[in-house]
């Protein structure tokens, strides 16, 4: 997939660019922080530029603002909680120059649409074509994301296009022995990755390496 294709099939207002938390608390501070999340951070900021070159305005970016006893705590260590520095935007997107036109969504559970600004920003963009899923994880947040983005389209019988690039999502990490000492389940970051890519190319989502020049 290259931005000259979209550019020349699809008007650049009805392209979205949706971001799941590239923030600090998955990528370089706090217990979920994850050196395979901070890899894909280049990426990411790659596909910001590439999309705003190529005349994309919208760049949506669902984050975690936790409550401080966010149910979701009971599966997860306590994370990014709203206004700690964990729950901001890593510096690297926050400052690119087009960054006051992106509309920021917190969200307190995996699923970005769930108790969110998203659903009506959704009914107020129907003539959306194409929908590209970055950031992390691959098999939480990502999949929960390009899934109702896809999901939503099709139960409205609207054609849309949502694309994941590989070499903008990851997940974490956490071998066997490190979940034992935990207490914790394993998460093998490669299989779960690979697994969750396969299954939301298995309902339509496009699943490309890269979106080039």
Do not use: W
């Given at each position: 997939v290259s931005w000259h294709n979209l550019h020349e099939d699809i008007e650049a207002e009805r392209v979205?660019?949706?971001?799941?938390?590239?923030?600090?608390?998955?990528?370089?501070?706090?217990?979920?922080?994850?050196?395979?999340?901070?890899?894909?951070?280049?990426?990411?900021?790659?596909t910001f530029e590439d999309a705003h070159a190529a005349g994309v305005r919208d760049f949506i970016l669902a984050q975690d603002a936790h409550t401080p006893d966010a149910v979701e705590f009971e599966s997860y260590p306590p994370h990014c909680i709203e206004g700690a520095s964990e729950a901001e935007?890593?510096?690297?997107?926050?400052?690119?120059?087009?960054?006051?036109?992106f509309t920021i969504v917190p969200k307190n559970s995996l699923n970005p649409f769930h108790g969110t600004e998203l659903l009506a920003w959704?009914?107020?963009?129907?003539?959306?074509?194409?929908?590209?899923?970055?950031?992390?994880?691959?098999?939480?947040?990502?999949?929960?994301?390009?899934?109702?983005?896809?999901?939503?389209?099709?139960?409205?019988?609207r054609k849309m296009r949502v694309i994941v690039p590989t070499n903008a999502v990851q997940t974490f990490d956490t071998p066997i022995e490190t979940a034992k000492q935990l207490g914790i389940l394993p998460?093998?970051?490669?299989?779960?990755?690979?697994?969750?890519?396969?299954?939301?190319?298995?309902?339509?989502?496009?699943?490309?390496?890269?979106?080039?020049?």
């Open positions: 979205a660019l949706f971001s799941v938390d590239m923030i600090r608390g998955f990528c370089t501070e706090g217990p979920l922080s994850s050196p395979r999340v901070q890899g894909i951070v280049p990426a990411v900021v790659a935007t890593v510096p690297e997107l926050a400052q690119l120059p087009f960054a006051d036109i959704q009914d107020i963009h129907r003539d959306l074509s194409v929908a590209i899923v970055v950031g992390d994880c691959t098999d939480l947040c990502v999949h929960e994301m390009a899934m109702h983005l896809k999901l939503y389209a099709n139960a409205h019988d998460h093998s970051g490669d299989v779960m990755h690979l697994l969750f890519l396969y299954h939301m190319r298995l309902n339509g989502i496009e699943v490309v390496r890269e979106i080039k020049v």
